[in-house]
């Protein structure tokens, strides 16, 4: 069974600093890609940065770019997503979902973490 | 970016009637590779979001038959046959064969 697990999501002040985790199951972590996907209180769906799990392949959003560095440890399945200089915008619920394989696009979300930016 | 705009945003159906959802893109989605790789999410209340359709008509596994997608080029539509009371939630189209993937702003179907 395919399960990805976020974790790290916490309350922030802003200008501070967060990891995110992304541990995936169930599938072979390093023929696929990952991505992490950002939702605001109440908002609509924003993709944020992927990586492919073998290294490599790595894009960011506009709005995060030089702010948020995106990661793997292969030996643990993980993603990580740093996310440095925080402001009230990054607040939202953060997803990973699994890169699909033969097509381009999303297939399998974790349940997501809460980032919350605020003094 | 590409811009997916949907409508209606909100849509209320009677419990066994049909509806219907429209997104259409600000660009042509097909990708090099002459697929068109744009998916339909469903996310109910509480719940992270669900894949069900994928390149434009493509049921995702174990969605119901009752789920179908349409389209090509700019203009895509999803259509539930018969609404259930489980069907209640946010719809969201997804291209992703630009960079970066991009989402339309969600369509919320509500019971009448």
């Known amino acids: 069974e395919v399960q990805l697990v976020e974790s790290g999501g916490a309350l922030v002040q802003p200008g501070g600093s967060l990891r995110l985790s992304c541990a995936a199951s169930?599938?072979?972590?390093?023929?696929?890609?990952i991505h992490w996907v950002r939702q605001a209180p109440g908002k609509g769906l924003v993709w944020v940065s992927d990586?492919?799990?073998?290294?490599?392949?790595?894009t960011y959003a506009d709005s995060v770019r030089g702010r948020f560095t995106i990661s793997r440890d292969s030996a643990k399945n993980t993603i990580y997503l740093e996310m440095n200089n925080l402001t009230g915008d990054d607040t939202a619920v953060y997803f990973c979902?699994?890169?699909?394989?033969?097509?381009?696009?999303?297939?399998?979300w974790g349940q997501g973490t809460l980032v919350t930016v605020s003094s | 970016d590409v811009v997916l705009t949907q409508t209606p945003l909100s849509t209320p159906v009677t419990l066994g009637q049909p509806a219907s959802i429209s997104c259409r893109s600000s660009?042509?989605?097909?990708?090099?590779?002459?697929?068109?790789?744009l998916s339909w999410l469903q996310q109910r209340p509480g719940q992270p979001p669900r894949l069900l359709i994928y390149?434009?008509?493509n049921r995702f596994s174990g969605v119901p038959d009752r789920f179908s997608g349409s389209g090509a080029g700019t203009d895509f539509t999803l259509k539930i046959s018969r609404v259930e009371a489980e069907d209640v939630a946010v719809y969201y189209c997804?291209?992703?064969?630009?960079?970066?993937?991009?989402f339309g702003q969600g369509t919320k179907l509500e019971i009448k």
């Open positions: 979902a699994r890169g699909t394989t033969g097509w381009r696009g999303v297939d399998y």
């Open positions: 169930g599938f072979s972590f390093s023929n696929y890609y």
């Open positions: 990586m492919h799990g073998g290294g490599g392949g790595i």
């Open positions: 660009q042509s989605l097909v990708y090099s590779d002459g697929n068109t790789h």
């Open positions: 390149k434009v008509s």
């Open positions: 997804m291209q992703a064969t630009h960079i970066p993937h991009t």
